[in-house]
Structures are given as C-alpha cells and as structure tokens.
C-alpha cells in the first residue's frame, strides 16, 4: 500500500513504515533509548530526506517513550527528580541544537553533518559499549555476585549536591546538566531522543542503578524530544504528519512489547545485544557514505547548478 508523504516528497509503503516505527518500539522499550538512532537512518535507508527524516523521528519517540514510561512508572523504576535535572538540561541544549540545524540547512550542509554524527557517534558508543558488555559478562562468570562498580570520585567532589532517593545517589547537579544539554543538542541535530548516550552516562558517569536508568532516559526523552519537534515544525517546517503518524502508531505498539521482554533479560546481555545493533547501522551508514555517493550527476565538470 503506497501512500505520498507530502513534506518528505516521496511514496513509500505505509505497512514498511508501521513494522520499522514497531521493531523501534521495541527496542525503546527494552533498552530505555528512544530507538531514533535506529530509526532515523531506517528512514534514510528507504529515500526520505534527512532533513524530514530528524524532525519527524522525533515525534515517533515521544510516544514510544511515553508508552515506555507508563510501563516503567507502575513498577516505581523512574527517578524522577534526576529526570526532572536532566531535563532542563535538555531542553537548553534543545534550543541551541535547533538554532544550529537552521543555519546548517541554510548552509545546505544539514544532510552531510546528520550522517558524518550518526557514524562518529555511534561508532564510539557501540565500540565502548560493546567492549565494557563483554567484560561485565565476563567478570559475572568468574564471581557468583558480580563486584561492586567503582565510583568517580570527581563526580562525587563537586559542588551543589543534591539527594537522589530513587537511585540512592547523593551527587553534585552539574553533571547530569551537562550530560542534559549534550543529549539535547542532539536530539535537535539527529532525531535522537538521546538515549543511546543518556544510558551509557547515567550508568558510568553518574552511577545510576541499570533498573532506574531505563525508565528515568525515557521520561526525560519525551519532554525534550517533544521539545524539539515543535521547535523544527516552527522553525524549519521539516516535520512530516503523515510519517509521524504510522511511526507512532507502530512505536507505542512496540513498546509495550519491549518493556516486557526487557524485563525478562539480564542487564549485560540486553546491553550488548545494543552494542552490536549500535555497531551494525554505523556500519551501514559508513559504507552508504564512502560507496554511494547521493549526488553522482554533481561529481562531473562542465554545467554548474
């Protein structure tokens, strides 16, 4: 069934869309990310533009994190005091981020620097991730109970500190705000809900319990992805309704589908079953980059544009 995306200029079939915004959905709801960095270069992959394409995920992982969040919330994982930190972070790095999309879209340089970050970023986390995975596998097999992370000393040194309850920390605000303003400029600039780098930073950085990780990344990916949305509709009109639409409804699907297989799973193995996905679309995306140059005709001398 073809249906015409009008903002994003193509046809592509509504039930390939429903079935990758579901498979993202679950991934969201097992891993705690937003599942963008999967998705957007999903969408890339099936024609549509980049820029379309980063403004329109972000909807999508609104509501697959929402669903995620609902899960999470009725088993009391979500700290919602170090959610609510995060978040105003995140909403100042959001602004910025967009303010930056808009200039590099004048520019017309927003399609290039989207890929070059999905490869660079994910290259580095999925290499880390899949590095400290294997070695948490291997440290459970030799001691029963697995031993004790250390703690950074730096972190724990800084000043106004605040009281975590949920995740038992006792630690300065500043770093999860950084970490905020970092996730958030890139959820403006690659349709990112940011988990895949708010996971890993609030487990190592911050020193977060896994199971409150999950839910407190998603809570504070809906506020600041929803953020974003509205400040690429407004600004730089990218934001195609009837994508969003069918990715919305597979996402929520998904979700709730994920939340409970990720329950099922043990934490080393659900991080590095993403470590490896991470690892597979950066690849993929490196190999479109250096093999399929997009606008072959422009390669050629002769006729200018």
């Known amino acids: 069934m073809q249906i015409y995306l009008p903002i994003a200029e193509v046809s592509v079939n509504a039930f390939l869309i429903l079935g990758l915004g579901g498979i993202v ?32 995920e972000a909807n999508q992982i609104v509501a697959s994190s929402f669903s995620g969040v609902l899960a999470h919330l009725r088993r009391k994982t979500v700290d919602l005091k170090m959610g609510t930190v995060l978040l105003v972070g995140g909403l100042v790095g ?9 200039i590099l879209r004048a520019m017309g340089q927003v399609d290039l620097l989207v890929r070059l970050c999905y490869v660079v970023f994910l290259g580095i986390i999925g290499g880390l991730m899949f590095i400290e995975s294997l070695n948490a596998i291997r440290k459970t097999r ?35 705000l950084i970490v ?17 780098i708010m996971v890993p930073a609030m487990i ?5 319990p896994t199971k409150v990780v999950v839910g407190t990344s998603l809570f504070q990916i809906i506020f600041v992805t929803g953020f974003t949305t509205l400040m690429h509709a407004t600004t730089n009109y990218t934001v195609d309704m009837a994508l969003a639409v069918l990715l919305l409804i597979g996402g929520v699907v998904g979700a709730q589908i994920g939340t409970r297989i990720g329950v099922k ?22 190999l479109d980059l250096l093999l399929q140059p997009t606008e072959l005709f422009s390669l050629g001398g002769g006729g200018g544009h």
């Open 180 to 196: 905020g303003v970092f996730v958030g400029i890139l959820a403006a600039i690659m349709g990112v809900g940011g988990g895949f």
């Open 265 to 286: 799973m043990k934490a080393e193995q659900l991080r590095i079953l993403l470590a490896m996905m991470v690892l597979a679309v950066c690849i993929k995306l490196a």
């Open 94 to 102: 959001a602004a910025l981020g967009v303010q930056l999309f808009a």
């Open 142 to 176: 030799r001691s029963a109970g697995a031993p004790k992370r250390k703690k950074h000393n730096w972190v724990h040194n800084l000043p106004i500190k605040m009281k975590f309850r949920t995740s038992g920390l006792y630690i300065s605000v500043i770093p999860p």
């Open 25 to 56: 959905g679950i991934l969201s709801g097992m891993f705690g990310v937003g599942g963008g960095f999967l998705m957007t270069p999903l969408l890339f992959f099936i024609g549509i533009p980049p820029a379309v394409a980063v403004a329109t």
């Open 204 to 208: 190592y950085l911050l020193g977060m």
